[in-house]
């Protein structure tokens, strides 16, 4: 059985377990989804467009794309759906029909390669620091700062394109740009970006947990860890498309052995969760590119 077969099997087993979580935790779901706040679902969706939109941005300059605003978005926000396809490789396939010759396919991938970076910075940081502060506030401020020092470093084209360029050559599939391309981030932009990216990932937690549950700001904060914790663990395992089933199984896991009476609210939790960001995916991948390319028509009838 091959690698696809592998995530076809697991996508199958992942849709069951899904099923069968809803009816364990359908009451608490019910009652989730009727008295879920429409201000704070408001508030969820600008904090993850933010963090969208930051990621794009910084997407877009890393890989060198000029002035190829529309292209971009397409590739970024489609990508983000395509993930959810069987054998995790249909985002970059997706993207690489969008490529042209000002814009090869190594550049599109030193592109994702360095918001994937990022990605994991700022969850792997704010999951640590929130798990952190209860016991010593100095030392997760620390993490926090550990973390943007990173961030900073690999937004550098001397210090991350020379990691990916080197990497590269192992490759047997694909060969990236020996040029690597121009960057113009400057070390406040760099700061901010990091910056933007976790809070962007911390309010979206907070603002998803408290559209559709009774909890408390310190619960609120320690259950956006373990959401933390369990993206992570989704992303590791690189044959569940978009750590489907994984993050949810993780997520459960956490919880469960923290208090194993609240199984139900940890469910909730995790299908909420995981309906939110596809939803989000979905309308993000249709109404970023249709706004370029409305500004883009707009731009360009002005000139």
């Known amino acids: 059985m091959n690698k696809r077969h592998y995530s076809s099997a697991l996508i199958v087993i992942a849709l069951v377990a899904a099923v069968m979580l809803i009816y364990s935790a359908r009451d608490g779901l019910t009652e989730a989804i009727s ?35 529309l292209q971009t978005s397409k590739m970024h926000f489609g990508g983000q759906v395509a993930k959810y396809l069987p054998g995790k490789v249909w985002g970059l396939v997706y993207q690489a029909t969008l490529k042209s010759d000002t814009m090869p396919f190594g550049n599109i991938v030193q592109g994702n390669i360095v918001i994937h970076a990022l990605s994991v910075l700022s969850v792997v940081t704010a999951s ?45 599939r694909f060969e990236l740009t020996m040029a690597v391309p121009a ?16 809070l962007s990932y911390v309010l979206s937690n907070v603002f998803l947990l408290y559209a ?16 933390g914790i369990a993206w992570l663990a989704g992303v590791m395992v ?66």
Not at 38 to 59: D, E, P, R, S
Not at 137 to 152: D, K, N, P, T
Not at 190 to 197: D, N, Q, S, V
Not at 212 to 227: G, I, P, R, S
């Open 212 to 227: 559709f549950f009774d909890l408390d700001l310190h619960e609120v904060l320690q259950l956006t860890a373990y959401l």
């Open 35 to 69: 008295t879920a706040s429409l201000h704070f679902l408001g508030l969820l969706y600008a904090a993850t467009l933010t963090q969208n939109l930051t990621l794009w941005l910084v997407f877009h300059v890393s890989a060198g794309a000029g002035d190829a605003y």
């Open 128 to 172: 640590l620091a929130l798990i952190i502060y209860s016991f010593s506030m100095s030392i997760a401020v620390i993490v926090l700062l550990v973390g943007g020092g990173l961030s900073v470093y690999l937004m550098s084209s001397d210090h991350l394109y020379r990691i990916i360029q080197r990497f590269s050559r192992l490759s047997t």
């Open 238 to 303: 690189a044959i569940s498309p978009s750590g489907l089933g994984v993050r949810e199984a993780v997520f459960i896991a956490i919880g469960y052995a923290g208090d194993a009476s609240s199984f139900e609210l940890f469910a909730s939790i995790a299908i909420v969760a995981r309906a939110i960001q596809v939803l989000q995916d979905l309308v993000s991948a249709f109404l970023v590119p249709t706004i370029v390319g409305l500004a883009y028509k707009k731009n360009e009838a002005g000139a």
């Open 183 to 198: 960057t113009d981030f400057s070390v406040g932009t760099r700061a901010g970006t990091y910056l933007i990216l976790l």
